[in-house]
């Protein structure tokens, strides 16, 4: 089955910098890539997704990187505001995997 | 679209007792799937249903846990009897496509069981 682990459980930034988050699979089979965010108290809320054909997907002060060769995937958020903070989580799917398996989510702070 | 929605937000009940959890998922959407959040375990999905049919119940815990989908708006997940470790919050998300696709996530159920 696919498991899904983020590198660093917190990640503490200044406002207006850069942040990068990042992420590891296991199956190679995986072919669908989703960043959610979730703010205390609610639901995971979408940021952006990829397939396994892509290796950048941009959105809005949001990019998501995939390397397919080593298993990894990275969420870049630009100019980080006091609103990114938050917990954010990768999941995966594919592979024969029903449901996107999740990953156990890094919170960002932002510092002023 | 109101989106995904859950009652209660939140149950308190005593062990042994029986919980009901609700779910409303996005209309037009055909796939719907129950998620347990704890901060040991993360986001552990249970089940997976399309077209109201369950496709995938591996993560199910255990006999005490059961899901129903009884029609494309309406789903229920049941523990019976609870135990405090089933204390959590449980999530229930719907998309369009079923797996490989944005799910979009209720604002959860806290349940505390005592």
């Known amino acids: 089955g696919e498991s899904v682990g983020l590198h660093l459980p917190t990640l503490s930034v200044q406002e207006g910098d850069n942040s990068i988050i990042n992420c590891a699979y296991s199956?190679?089979?995986?072919?669908?890539f989703i960043w959610y965010k979730q703010e205390s108290g609610k639901g995971p809320q979408f940021i952006i997704d990829?397939?396994?054909?892509?290796d950048k997907r941009q959105g809005q002060r949001v990019t998501v990187l995939l390397n397919k060769t080593v298993k990894h995937l990275s969420l870049q958020i630009a100019a980080t505001q006091p609103g990114d903070s938050a917990v954010y989580f990768c999941?995966?799917?594919?592979?024969?995997?029903?449901?996107?398996?999740f990953g156990k989510g890094t919170h960002l702070i932002i510092q002023p | 679209d109101a989106g995904v929605i859950q009652s209660p937000r939140h149950e308190v009940t005593e062990m042994g007792q029986e919980v009901t959890l609700r779910c409303k998922p996005i209309?037009?959407?055909?796939?719907l799937f129950w998620y347990r959040q704890t901060m040991m375990r993360g986001l552990e999905l249970l089940i997976y249903?399309?077209?109201?049919?369950?496709?995938?119940d591996s993560g199910m815990p255990e006999d005490r846990f059961s899901a129903k989908m009884p029609n494309a708006s309406f789903s229920t997940l049941k523990i019976q009897p609870s135990e405090p470790r089933d204390s959590a919050v449980y999530f229930c998300?719907?998309?369009?496509?079923?797996?490989?696709?944005?799910?979009?996530f209720g604002q959860g159920t806290r349940l505390t069981v005592v």
């Open positions: 998300a719907s998309s369009i496509q079923g797996a490989g696709t944005e799910a979009f």
């Open positions: 199956n190679s089979a995986s072919d669908y």
């Open positions: 990829i397939r396994s054909n892509m």
């Open positions: 999941a995966a799917s594919g592979g024969g995997a029903d449901g996107l398996t």
């Open positions: 209309s037009g959407h055909n796939s």
């Open positions: 249903f399309n077209n109201n049919v369950p496709i995938d």
